[in-house]
């Protein structure tokens, strides 16, 4: 709504945890076998947090991740699309850049200048 500002001062929405926290302490207390696939489903953990590395993203996330490894260098966002075998329309590529950027967000890549992305040092 125009006009309205947050705790902060500033118009707009700001993104809360809760939440996010919510649903995993509610999940985490589910006694059901695929209570723990909810959870990796939901959350794409930070690169420091994941003591396990890559094995705590969800399998998409990890496919990509492979992908990026093997490319070497920096990729733009179609070449990835194609070399995990997604395909190259428009749609799809869009949807491989949103992952890929999440995964810039949380530390496991790094983004170019020219839209390219490349494995953290």
Not at 3 to 9: I, N, W
Not at 39 to 50: E, G, I, M, N, Y
Not at 94 to 103: F, I, M, S, Y
């Amino acid at each position: 709504m125009p006009g309205r500002t947050t705790a902060g001062g500033r118009h707009g929405h700001q993104r809360s945890r809760q939440p996010r926290r919510r649903i995993q302490s509610a999940i985490t207390g589910i006694r059901h076998p695929l209570a723990a696939c909810l959870l990796t489903f939901l959350f794409v953990p930070h690169r420091r947090d994941a003591a396990a590395g890559p094995a705590e993203l969800p399998a998409s996330y990890q496919l990509l991740l492979e992908v990026v490894t093997a490319a070497g260098g920096p990729v733009r966002c179609a070449e990835v699309s194609v070399a995990a075998g997604l395909g190259e329309d428009k749609s799809t590529v869009e949807g491989v850049r949103t992952k890929l950027n999440r995964l810039v967000e949380r530390g496991w890549l790094r983004a170019g200048k020219n839209g390219s992305f490349a494995l953290m040092p």
